[in-house]
């Protein structure tokens, strides 16, 4: 069993930059792969970004790419979404998951936490 915990959302204005950390827990939370997706208000829920289990690989929406850095410190069992250049589009609920392999499929991750809000004002 692994528990995620999002932190470090809030309020920032457009073009500003903001750093979304997901702790896990749990005894082999190290070994798995890790997303980020959102959900903004009345939308489907949205693949982000992803990172394998040691971090050797990424992966991105096209979306962010360029703008959005994914990054995981297995030492602290926390994952890591920079977020720079900011646009008001991003505004979401942002979930991290963890799953057997970093993909851009939802049902592919077996774990979810509970989200933290973004909000980028224009």
């Known amino acids: 069993q692994v528990q995620l915990v999002e932190s470090g959302g809030g309020l920032v204005q457009a073009g500003g930059s903001l750093r979304v950390s997901c702790a896990a827990s749990?005894?082999?939370?190290?070994?798995?792969?890790m997303g980020w997706f959102r959900q903004a208000p009345g939308k489907e829920r949205e693949f982000v970004a992803a990172?394998?289990?040691?971090?050797?690989?990424?992966y991105y929406a096209d979306s962010v790419k360029g703008r959005f850095t994914i990054s995981r410190d297995n030492a602290k069992n926390t994952v890591y979404l920079q977020m720079n250049s900011l646009e008001p589009e991003d505004t979401a609920v942002y979930y991290c998951?963890?799953?057997?392999?970093?993909?851009?499929?939802?049902?592919?991750?077996?774990?979810w936490g509970q989200g933290t809000q973004v909000t980028v004002s224009s």
């Open positions: 998951a963890a799953g057997p392999v970093h993909t851009n499929t939802g049902s592919t991750y077996n774990y």
């Open positions: 749990g005894r082999t939370a190290s070994t798995y792969a």
């Open positions: 990172i394998s289990a040691y971090g050797s690989r990424t």
